[in-house]
């Protein structure tokens, strides 16, 4: 049975992957944030207690920025492929907390790197690592975007994840290490966080049908993105690390909106005029703006044949649809007297 260990195993493609693998026939185990209140929502489906007889599925408390602990527990566990997927992943908060987001995306990656390096000097055994890099790091670079394209970061958090990739480079020429670098366009779901534009628009759009809300603020409605489905990016990930040599490749659809253009395809899903919801808020503006991302990536086509199966139009109306399902269980919480209702939902 071969191992695997997830940093950012709590987040959106942590548990869309920590889903593949198992279904692959791997023991799973995974890095958790100790916080004060619970973090696993995402993994509730999979959980299975350790006690369980033939229980494959493990969390372990530990932080990137704290390099013991994770190097004690790869030494521990001695796992056959590392996903470093931990980080703090949204732009915008990175101007606000650009240490904070350069200790856990650049020098995080840099900890997993030694610990990998030390666990397999110490032990022999190989251990396959994939670095989470993201289309933030081609920022003002004209798209279409591939892995010729000039990095040309625009937040601290894309310049943390450009020193990240390089590390991963470096530690994969220096020490002949597996490494693996995804450079993955943004990938939305049921599962993604709700300050994330996509889910923004369809939580908010789904409560004000509902009545549970009235406005949805908004910043930069014309900037375009490649938006995929993220369980069809995690088998990329994997795809990746099943290869015979290690390689850096972009994952995208290769089709790209703008968020004016999400707001009319989840508007017309619920028969909605969303103009007459959406404000501008200048707070959701950034300092330094990425406009246009259209990734090219039929390097991953060639090599892993790796293709995306959701579509825009498909992705829209899965989030929709359970957004729109789960406004409905807030209400009737709400009329029965056993929910609060947050108007002026999410912020950031
Ligand atoms: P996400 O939902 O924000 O999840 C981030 C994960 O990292 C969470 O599990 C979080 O734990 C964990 N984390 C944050 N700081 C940490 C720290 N200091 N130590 C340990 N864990 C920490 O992100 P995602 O969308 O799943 O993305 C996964 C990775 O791919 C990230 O590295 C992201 O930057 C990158 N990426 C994402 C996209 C995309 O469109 N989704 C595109 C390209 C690249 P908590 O749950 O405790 O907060
Ligand atoms: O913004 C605009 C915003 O925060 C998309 C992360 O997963 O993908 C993600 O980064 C666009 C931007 O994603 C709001 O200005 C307008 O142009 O959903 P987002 P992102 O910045 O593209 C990449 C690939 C990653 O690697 C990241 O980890 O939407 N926008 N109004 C807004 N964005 C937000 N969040 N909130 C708004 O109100």
């Known amino acids: 049975m071969k191992k695997a260990f997830l940093t950012g195993i709590t987040g959106q493609d942590g548990s869309f992957l920590a889903e593949l693998l198992l279904s692959r026939g791997y023991e799973v185990h995974g890095l958790i944030r100790r916080a004060s209140t619970f973090n696993t929502g995402r993994l509730d489906s999979i959980y299975i207690d350790p006690h369980a007889p033939h229980a494959h599925f493990f969390l372990h408390y530990g932080d ?6 994770v190097r004690r527990l790869l030494q521990q566990v001695q796992p056959d492929e590392v996903y470093n997927l931990a980080a703090q992943s949204h732009v915008k ?3 606000d907390q650009a240490e904070f987001t350069a200790d856990a995306v650049a020098l995080g990656t840099l900890r ?13 055994k190989e251990i396959r690592f994939y670095q989470a890099g993201s289309s933030e790091m081609f920022g003002a670079s004209p798209p279409p975007q591939n892995e010729e394209t000039r990095f040309y970061p625009r937040s601290p958090y894309a310049v943390s994840k450009v020193s990240a990739h390089w590390y991963a480079v470096n ?3 220096a020490y002949g290490l597996f490494i693996a670098n995804g450079i993955l366009f943004n990938h939305e779901s049921e599962r993604r966080g709700e300050t994330f534009v996509t889910r923004k628009i369809t939580r908010g759009l789904t409560r004000i049908h509902l ?8 910043g930069n409605l014309d ?4 938006w995929g489905h993220a369980a069809d990016y995690v088998r990329a990930m994997w795809l990746m690390l099943q290869q015979d040599h290690p390689d850096d490749y972009v994952v995208a659809t ?3 909106h703008t968020v004016r253009e999400f707001l009319d395809e989840a508007g017309a899903i619920l028969k909605m005029d969303w103009k007459k919801v959406v404000e501008l808020d200048a707070r959701y503006l950034r300092p330094t703006e990425v406009d246009n ?3 090219d990536a039929s390097k991953a086509r060639r090599k892993l044949n790796w293709r995306p199966e959701v579509n825009f139009q498909e992705l829209v109306r899965r989030m929709v649809e359970h957004d729109l399902a789960l406004a409905r269980q807030e209400k009737i919480l709400h009329e029965s007297g056993y929910g609060t209702v947050v108007s002026g939902y999410r912020h950031a």
């Open 64 to 69: 990137v920025s704290d390099g013991g602990g």
């Open 93 to 95: 908060v990175s101007f």
């Open 112 to 124: 997993m790197l030694e610990a990998v390096r030390n666990t397999v000097e110490s032990t022999g």
């Open 171 to 173: 530690y994969r020429e």
């Open 211 to 218: 009545g549970l809300q009235n406005k949805i603020y908004l």
């Open 223 to 226: 900037s375009r993105r490649d």
């Open 254 to 256: 290769g089709e790209a």
């Open 293 to 295: 991302l259209q990734g």
